[in-house]
């Protein structure tokens, strides 16, 4: 089955990231609803660490306050790298990812 090209933006934060007191993996998302991308998701992470090298896990009271968080985005190109720079000044210590990938299959919009 032969797929139509697409990028994948996957941002990586942690849980209590903010932009002005709101929590950004919600900025981020209404941004990218607002830029007319095709959708975004939210993914919690269970464990994990990233630029301060400290592990967090939810297994762990003290350190589940912030889990790693991703928030993903998939469409064309052109609308990918149009909104990175709407990340640029939010973002902080997170890390965005951009990669090539190829839908096989889009299911028929509500």
Do not use: C, N, Q
Not at 12 to 38: K, M, N
């Amino acid at each position: 089955m032969k797929g139509e090209p697409a990028l994948r933006l996957t941002v990586f934060i942690g849980e209590s990231d903010t932009w002005h007191r709101r929590p950004l993996s919600a900025e981020i998302v209404h941004r990218a609803h607002r830029a007319g991308l095709a959708g975004a998701s939210v993914f919690r992470g269970v464990e994990g660490y990233g630029a301060s090298s400290l592990i967090h896990t939810s297994r762990l009271l003290s350190l589940g306050e912030d889990l790693p968080m991703a928030i993903v985005v998939i469409d064309t190109e052109e609308r990918v790298r149009s909104f990175l720079p709407e990340l640029e000044d939010i973002v902080g210590d997170g890390l965005v990812v951009v990669d090539p990938v190829e839908i096989v299959h889009r299911g028929r919009a509500r």
